[in-house]
């Protein structure tokens, strides 16, 4: 079976595309890149390609049979045409199988819920190509929070506006398994799959700092209105709000969500306890 997989200068890319390699063998796998040169060292073609270039992915997908497409980073209605693009794409070349990271999220209305949407579109447009397919919903990465610790120590909190919501996330390295099984198990075929971990509120993310890593960290909660404010500030409109929108979502319960993953993936997520302890060392 030959795979080819989206956006391998990416985190989630490259770590499912190592994965790949190990599962299918590296003359089984296939990369595409917006930026080839920040690819790292995986041992695999890497063909330059743009979500806006249908050409890009012309080339990219000559004998391949299942494609896994990584959702992109843009403005929220420019990536459901992107996807679109590399769906119909998929189609002439013959391509069997799509399989899409998606994103979870109950339906709301936070400052999230036009990238929700455009992932919803894009779930649409994969089911209504005619294709093949296995969808999956990932939770939210925890690395970027375990990567901004320095910042928490230093401002000896972690302040948003998720209240006692809970999150349920997970990590880039078990998704990559889930969707390593995807791309081959066609029994999984038709659905969508919820990818995620364990629920936890901001409270208990506090606690596994401080009990993993040794700091005193407290939740420090801030209202819907002054946390967008806040992000705005620092971050831009645009990313500040989808900052503010998860954790509203959060606060609205709409990021708890039930897990597939051992459906998918035949062992059981990892632990919050097992993930930090992984990460401390
Ligand atoms: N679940 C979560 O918590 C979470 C968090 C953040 C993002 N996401 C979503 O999950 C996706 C994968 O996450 P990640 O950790 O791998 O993010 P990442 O490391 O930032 O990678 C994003 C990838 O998308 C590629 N990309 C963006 N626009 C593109 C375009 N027009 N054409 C081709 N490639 C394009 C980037 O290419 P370049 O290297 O050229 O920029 C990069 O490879 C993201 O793109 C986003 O949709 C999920």
Redesign the pocket.
């Known amino acids: 079976m030959k795979v080819a997989i ?8 490259s770590a499912i595309a190592k994965r790949a390699v190990e599962k299918f063998g590296k003359e089984n796998v296939v990369g ?4 080839p040169e ?1 690819v790292k060292s995986l041992g695999i073609k890497v063909f330059k ?4 270039s249908k050409e890009d992915f012309l080339k990219a997908f000559q004998g391949v049979e299942v494609v896994l497409l ?5 403005d929220p209605d420019k990536r459901i045409e ?1 996807h679109q693009k590399v769906i119909n794409v998929a189609k002439e070349s013959g391509v069997r199988k799509i399989v899409y ?1 998606s ?1 979870i999220g109950k339906a709301g209305n936070s400052t999230f819920d036009n990238i929700v949407n455009s992932n919803r579109q894009t779930e649409q447009d994969i089911i209504n190509s005619g294709l093949d397919y296995a969808i999956g919903r ?4 925890i690395e ?1 929070d375990i990567e901004y610790l320095d910042k928490y120590i230093k401002e000896g909190e972690i302040a948003n506006c998720a209240a006692d919501g809970k999150c349920s996330y ?1 990590t ?1 390295d078990e998704l990559a398994i889930a969707y390593v099984q995807l791309i081959q198990n066609d029994s999984l075929n038709g659905k969508v799959y919820n990818l995620v971990g364990e629920a936890i509120t901001q409270t208990q993310l506090v606690g596994y700092f401080n009990k993993y890593f040794n700091t005193s960290l407290i939740f420090n909660s801030l209202t819907p209105e002054d946390y967008l404010a806040w992000q705005q500030k620092h971050n831009g409109e645009f990313l500040g709000a989808v900052i503010a929108g998860i954790y509203t979502k959060i606060r609205n319960r709409e990021f708890e969500i039930e897990s597939d993953f051992k459906k998918i993936a035949e062992r059981k997520h990892k632990t919050m306890a097992e993930i930090f302890s992984q990460f401390k060392n």
């Open positions: 989206t956006a391998v200068s990416g985190e989630l890319g595409t890149a917006r930026t920040k390609a743009d979500y806006n990584i959702s992109g980073m843009g992107q990271t994103i990932n939770g939210l990465y970027p997970t880039r």
